[in-house]
């Protein structure tokens, strides 16, 4: 069964076409400045890249020019080829603890969880609807990076806020980068042989999270009501005083919306370092001297470690310690940095295996009281897994 894995943001569009049930990626590739002028795409097919020029005015537009080159590729014969389509959905709210199919009812509700991501769900909506239109006959579904955390209990979800907050209002810790916390915890386990696993998984990107997974279940995890929780991240200055947001807001009379874009935009590491969101320029100022990266690096670290040991302690222990996503699976220094912090815990850093970038890989020493892995994440293929188990 030929299934579509779509990542759909508000001008762009990731996908890869999958033999299901063999996980054979058919094609794939990236649709970029959809309804914004200048659009282009890239795919990838059979080892080869190609990158092409094409007016895509809007997501619909582009589905039907990935058509046109899934034909020409000789990937399918028709439109009726592709049985289901899964989509990526960044809130899942209340409503959501798994993958469903998308119908008109589910469509609202990924609409009205808008307010809590409001740059991804309306992107998601766009997407679900174009397909549609393009696709009529194809199965969609919806994957949540909400859904892997609902097995938190109400003791690390709630905040010590006014009770109705909760109730009238949905404030509560939701999570984020579930499907790839996901991923990583399974072939964690997989690789350590069983799952009655304590696991901390450190989804560390642009974004960032870290999770508490006892025998494969979320337990807790470090973003919020929205993804701008627990971590440092590039631009983001993850947990805070929530007091420091009315002060300013009286002292310089900055809006919330200002405020937003401050925390959002222009926190993190860019803040601290004073020159960059990216980690590798980070490592290379650091490499240089520059004391406000060392600051950065310091502190990026600490709040790391931070998690892994609240981690630690809410599960009694920690079997395997997982990096993934771009800066844990491609930073040699980060992970260096971090584990060698974790040294009271028994941790030992195998340096030479350390000496990795986007490959599956145990770092630890064999007597680390800890195992710790780069496992590479696949978003995607869960995407796939989800949406062939609900169409079959
Ligand atoms: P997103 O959250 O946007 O999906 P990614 O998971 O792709 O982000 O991570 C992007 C980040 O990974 C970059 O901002 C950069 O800081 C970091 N990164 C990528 N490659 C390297 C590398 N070779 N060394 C250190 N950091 C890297």
Redesign the pocket.
Known sequence: MKVLSVNAGSSSLKFQLYEMPEEKVLISGLMERIGIGNSFYTIKINGKKIKKEKELDNHATAFKVLVDELKENKVVDSLDDIKAIGNRVAQGGDYFDKSVVIDDDVLDKINELSCFAPLHNPAAVVAIKAAKQVFPNALQTAVFDTAFHKTMPKENYLYALPYSWYTDYKVRRYGAHGTSHKYVAQRANELLGRNDTKLITCHI????SISAVLNGKCINTSMGLTPNAGLIM?TRCGDIDASIIPYMMEKTGMSAKDIDKAINKESGLLAISRKS????DI?DGIAQGDENCILAQKMYVRRITDYIAKYYVEMQGCDAIVFT???GE???D?RRDVLNELKVLGVKLDNEANNV?GEERLISAPDSTIKCYVIPTDEEVMIARDTYELAK
């Open positions: 990107g642009n974004g960032a590039g969101s990216d980690s590798r490592e996503a771009g800066i491609k930073s040699i980060t970038k």
